[in-house]
């Protein structure tokens, strides 16, 4: 089993920066994938970035240029760094990633249970 935890939201104003954090931990064989989605009420849940095994990375149009997902390997460490924040960031963002958990296994994916980041104008 793979656990996710997160760490960084809260409440800020527009123009300010947030550091989100999520460790995996657990039966971890490989990572393939990590990210951040985001979701607000009445609404489907979106991507938001994504940096595979590879270091490979991609992002919304909407954040594009403001955010920054990283990853620290050694850790199973997911990081996305949001600048200029905007009140239409404001969401539950979940983190995400996609794993197997031994060799041969499949590849699925786990998800954290969300943290609320908040943007007041």
């Known amino acids: 089993q793979v656990r996710l935890v997160e760490s960084g939201g809260g409440l800020v104003q527009a123009g300010e920066s947030l550091r989100l954090s999520c460790a995996a931990s657990g039966s971890i064989f490989s990572i393939n994938a990590m990210g951040w989605y985001r979701q607000t009420p009445g609404k489907q849940r979106e991507l938001v970035a994504a940096?595979?095994?590879?270091?490979?990375?991609s992002y919304a149009d909407s954040v594009k240029g403001r955010f920054i997902i990283s990853r620290d390997t050694a850790k199973n460490t997911v990081y996305l760094q949001g600048n200029s924040l905007k009140p239409e960031d404001t969401a539950v963002y979940y983190c995400?990633?996609?794993?197997?958990?031994?060799?041969?296994?499949?590849?699925?994916?786990?998800w954290g249970q969300g943290t609320q980041v908040a943007v007041s104008s």
């Open positions: 940096v595979t095994s590879g270091g490979s990375t």
């Open positions: 995400n990633v996609v794993a197997r958990t031994k060799w041969g296994s499949p590849i699925l994916t786990y």
